[in-house]
């Protein structure tokens, strides 16, 4: 049993006054009143004197009234409302559950009516559809189809650089007839005219070329979208699939070339790392260049198969990284460009540009980056937005074999001198590694001596020394790592620079063995015959 509580309840505000011929004679006033009442006193006590012909200089004092009559009745009627639902608590006579479920559902309706309304993203949607196309039947031509784009993008490319180049070439020779005129029928002046017009003549080209190649990532990219969800509408009904009438698929050989790669010092071991619960984890030496992982050759077709694991692991729990060193400001990095080279070699249909990634990045670090520096009192290089040690991080899905490609700023002192295992950059290896655990990262590669090409004071003790220190901070970083939780980085690649002799790779490669546990096999002794 329950007690029903009213809402609202009617009071009868009651007032009276003299007249104005006889002040024994009382004017007496009835007023029904909703209480609580949600309106405005004042413009009640207007109604009322209107409607009854109530004298003017009585307003006031009738306000005053009816305010002190509302705020009264309002004042009793919560009292008894309350009174009477705790009575209705006491006795058990309130369904707790009833109310909970009302409020609950009074709730949702009020978030859904103002709050602001969102669902799943385009981004998420199409990251679903990807995954499920990859992994399915359709795989071969979802790779043909992206063949085809970077093919055309690969070709408007060379057609901007040689355009570039026959510019360059009429100007590096009107230029030198120029010199060659020069203080007879030349002047200085025509010789500043005319390097003023050649720079104006490559910003407009370079500028036109930028933006016919821009204008061609991103109609493929719409246009590859829609393709995607269209496919995977008819494979979920009908299983057959379909090609985009603009993609030349012709142009893509399916016949594999026998031709092997060139090859190249590595060596791998298998190794435990860990006290207790011991972990088993593949580490590769390699003598190579760390952004062959980067660059894709659409017209090599031995090509595909990198494409094809790339694309398996693209939206999985199962990424691949690498480590360039980078210098600061970014934008003057050597490597750096080479990404960026790479990066355009093929359109983007997953994430953003990397110019625009790198450009937000600038935006984002720069605040926060400049706080920093000027707490730790750096003075002149306060301004700096990046320093030793710090990284950034880029995603790509047309590149070689890396989904993730973490920038470490290293300076001179990095690269070239003696450093100990606290030296901001190692403490940016660590981050790296354990920003890798915390996001599915399995296999990663980086820069085993820190710096990217050899040089002859780069003797043989020296990359000792630094791959020594390189590995065993590795290895405790990764052990540390494996304290926080999340993937485990399954492949760990070092690289040593691509000119690296035959004689100092194979003493680095033997530091593996010293450093980490390597598996090796047990080999039993067969017992003598008798």
């Given at each position: 049993?329950s007690?029903?509580?009213?809402?609202?309840?009617?009071?009868?505000?009651?007032?009276?006054?003299?007249?104005?011929?006889?002040?024994e004679?009382?004017?007496?006033?009835?007023?029904?009143?909703?209480?609580?009442?949600?309106?405005?006193?004042?413009?009640?006590?207007?109604?009322?004197?209107?409607?009854?012909?109530?004298?003017?200089?009585?307003?006031?004092?009738?306000?005053?009234?009816?305010?002190?009559?509302v705020?009264t009745?309002?004042?009793?009627?919560?009292?008894?409302?309350?009174?009477?639902?705790?009575?209705?608590?006491?006795?058990?006579?309130?369904?707790?559950?009833?109310?909970?479920?009302?409020?609950?559902?009074?709730?949702?309706?009020?978030?859904?009516?103002?709050?602001?309304?969102?669902?799943t993203?385009?981004?998420?949607?199409?990251?679903?559809?990807?995954?499920?196309?990859?992994?399915?039947?359709?795989?071969?031509?979802?790779?043909?189809?992206?063949?085809?784009?970077?093919?055309?993008?690969s070709?408007?490319?060379?057609?901007?650089?040689?355009?570039?180049?026959?510019?360059t070439?009429?100007?590096?020779?009107?230029?030198?007839?120029?010199?060659?005129?020069?203080?007879?029928?030349?002047?200085?002046?025509?010789?500043?005219?005319?390097?003023?017009?050649?720079?104006?003549?490559?910003?407009?080209?370079?500028?036109?070329?930028?933006?016919q190649?821009?204008?061609?990532?991103?109609?493929?990219?719409?246009?590859?979208?829609?393709?995607?969800?269209?496919?995977?509408?008819?494979?979920?009904?009908?299983?057959?699939?379909?090609t985009?009438?603009?993609?030349?698929?012709?142009?893509?050989?399916?016949?594999?070339?026998?031709?092997?790669?060139?090859?190249?010092?590595?060596?791998?071991?298998?190794?435990h790392?860990?006290?207790?619960?011991?972990?088993?984890?593949?580490?590769?030496?390699?003598?190579?260049?760390?952004?062959?992982?980067?660059?894709?050759d659409?017209?090599?077709?031995?090509?595909?198969?990198?494409?094809?694991?790339?694309?398996?692991?693209?939206?999985?729990?199962?990424?691949?990284a690498?480590?360039?060193?980078?210098?600061?400001?970014?934008?003057?990095?050597?490597p750096?460009?080479?990404l960026?080279?790479?990066?355009?070699?093929?359109?983007?249909?997953?994430?953003?540009s990397?110019?625009?990634?790198?450009?937000?990045?600038a935006?984002?670090?720069?605040?926060?980056?400049e706080?920093?520096?000027?707490?730790?009192?750096?003075?002149?290089?306060?301004?700096?937005?990046?320093?030793?040690?710090?990284?950034?991080?880029?995603?790509?899905?047309?590149?070689?074999?890396?989904?993730?490609?973490?920038?470490?700023?290293?300076?001179?002192?990095?690269v070239?001198?003696?450093?100990?295992?606290?030296?901001?950059?190692?403490?940016?290896?660590?981050?790296?590694?354990?920003?890798?655990?915390?996001?599915?990262?399995?296999?990663?590669?980086?820069?085993l001596?820190?710096?990217?090409?050899?040089?002859?004071?780069?003797t043989?003790?020296w990359c000792?020394?630094?791959?020594?220190?390189?590995?065993?901070?590795?290895?405790?970083?990764?052990?540390?790592?494996?304290?926080?939780?999340?993937?485990?980085?399954?492949?760990?690649?070092?690289?040593?620079?691509?000119?690296?002799s035959?004689?100092?790779?194979?003493?680095l490669?033997?530091?593996?063995?010293?450093?980490?546990?390597?598996?090796?096999?047990?080999?039993?002794?067969?017992?003598?015959?008798?």
């Open positions: 049993m007690i029903e509580v009213a809402h609202t309840l009617t009071k009868n505000f009651k007032y009276s006054f003299p007249t104005c011929t006889n002040e004679i009382l004017f007496k006033l009835d007023v029904p009143v909703e209480i609580p009442y949600s309106g405005c006193t004042r413009e009640l006590v207007q109604r009322v004197i209107n409607m009854f012909h109530i004298p003017v200089y009585l307003e006031d004092e009738l306000n005053e009234k009816l305010a002190e009559f705020a009745e309002t004042k009793n009627f919560h009292n008894d409302r309350d009174e009477k639902l705790i009575n209705q608590l006491k006795n058990s006579e309130l369904n707790v559950d009833g109310i909970v479920k009302n409020w609950e559902k009074m709730f949702k309706e009020n978030v859904m009516e103002f709050a602001e309304q969102k669902g993203s385009d981004e998420e949607v199409f990251a679903a559809a990807y995954h499920k196309l990859v992994h399915s039947p359709a795989l071969e031509t979802i790779l043909q189809v992206e063949n085809s784009y970077a093919k055309t993008v070709s408007m490319l060379k057609n901007r650089d040689e355009d570039v180049q026959k510019m070439e009429r100007q590096t020779s009107e230029m030198e007839e120029n010199m060659r005129l020069l203080n007879t029928t030349v002047t200085e002046e025509d010789i500043n005219e005319l390097a003023t017009r050649h720079f104006e003549e490559q910003s407009l080209v370079c500028g036109r070329w930028g933006s190649i821009d204008a061609l990532c991103q109609t493929q990219r719409s246009q590859h979208r829609a393709w995607l969800m269209t496919t995977l509408d008819q494979y979920q009904t009908t299983a057959a699939l379909s985009p009438s603009n993609s030349p698929l012709d142009t893509f050989c399916p016949e594999r070339s026998l031709s092997a790669p060139a090859p190249r010092l590595e060596e791998s071991f298998t190794i790392l860990g006290s207790q619960l011991k972990q088993t984890h593949n580490i590769r030496i390699v003598a190579c260049d760390l952004l062959d992982l980067c660059r894709l659409p017209d090599n077709p031995t090509e595909h198969m990198r494409r094809l694991q790339t694309s398996l692991g693209l939206y999985s729990t199962e990424l691949s690498v480590v360039l060193l980078s210098s600061a400001p970014p934008a003057t990095a050597a750096l460009k080479a960026q080279r790479a990066a355009a070699a093929s359109p983007e249909h997953h994430f953003a990397l110019d625009l990634q790198l450009k937000d990045i935006e984002k670090v720069k605040e926060p980056a706080q920093r520096n000027s707490q730790r009192g750096d003075g002149r290089r306060a301004r700096a937005a990046l320093q030793p040690g710090d990284v950034y991080v880029t995603t790509h899905s047309n590149l070689g074999d890396v989904h993730v490609v973490f920038h470490l700023v290293a300076d001179d002192d990095a070239s001198g003696d450093i100990s295992s606290r030296h901001p950059v190692i403490m940016g290896l660590r981050n790296i590694l354990k920003a890798a655990c915390a996001n599915d990262i399995t296999t990663i590669s980086l820069p001596l820190l710096r990217h090409d050899l040089t002859e004071e780069c043989v003790a000792s020394r630094r791959a020594e220190l390189v590995l065993k901070c590795v290895k405790g970083f990764v052990l540390e790592a494996f304290g926080w939780g999340g993937a485990r980085p399954a492949t760990l690649q070092v690289a040593a620079p691509p000119n690296t035959p004689q100092v790779f194979a003493s490669a033997a530091l593996l063995p010293a450093i980490f546990r390597v598996s090796a096999p047990v080999k039993a002794k067969q017992p003598a015959a008798h």
